[in-house]
């Protein structure tokens, strides 16, 4: 089975600091993706990439960059933390064409203070 | 502007009873995801319907794709509590960058 691995299960952070929150899928997947989730809103696209150093904005990209150096890690960074950046964030990946869908790692929730 | 719509957003429904979820999408897509997420978890993947009158079984749940109405169905048969969950559809234009809907939010009661 494919595994996406998210570093942190639960994070609390400052206002002002910079968060990395690393994603890392086994299965040579071409396409990763990072998706925060808030009550209401469903699931929002904030960076994806198709392959290394690579990178596209997706639907709400503002407060938000990306880093691929490696096939298999994908990471999100935060510049400076807000509040309103506090949220559930769920990393995917995929094959190319994605006719199997994504696969989830098990998502990490941020809350900024 | 792609669009996925789930319908209803919140269900409450008694054990033993039956209920359909409908996916609205807006593209000319010819597949279609289901996902299922239980509270405070991620989500799993639960369908994948790759063609128009796909139709996927697995215990109490079916999916179903109609592409030129661009719906797709979740039928749920004989509901039971571990059924109780966030269900999403979710399009796929291009085959590589999803799109999700809002989810529906299922609670079976007894």
């Known amino acids: 089975d494919v595994k996406v691995t998210q570093s942190s299960r639960y994070l609390v952070k400052r206002t002002g600091e910079k968060v990395f929150l690393e994603c890392v899928q086994d299965m040579d997947h071409e396409n990763m993706f990072w998706y925060r989730q808030d009550p209401g809103l469903g699931l929002r696209l904030i960076y994806f990439?198709?392959?290394?150093?690579?990178?596209e904005k997706g639907d709400i990209p503002e407060g938000y960059s990306v880093s691929r150096e490696k096939k298999e890690r994908f990471s999100l960074i935060l510049e400076s933390a807000s509040t309103n950046q506090t949220s559930m964030y769920l990393c995917a990946s995929s094959l190319y064409g994605a006719s199997y869908g994504y696969t989830f790692g098990s998502g990490t929730r941020l809350t900024v203070v | 502007e792609l669009k996925v719509e789930q319908n209803p957003l919140f269900l409450s429904m008694q054990e033993g009873k039956n209920y359909t979820i409908y996916c609205n999408y807006s593209t000319t897509s010819d597949r279609l995801y289901w996902y299922r997420q239980d509270p405070g978890k991620s989500l799993e993947s639960l369908f994948v319907?790759?063609?128009?009158?796909a139709v996927k079984q697995e215990g109490r749940l079916m999916a179903s794709l109609d592409t030129k109405a661009r719906l797709s169905t979740l039928h749920i048969t004989a509901a039971v509590h571990d059924l109780s969950a966030t269900y999403f559809c979710a399009d796929s234009n291009t085959g590589n960058q999803f799109y999700f809907g809002t989810g529906t939010s299922l609670t079976v009661i007894p």
């Open positions: 319907l790759l063609s128009n009158g």
């Open positions: 990439s198709y392959d290394v150093k690579m990178k």
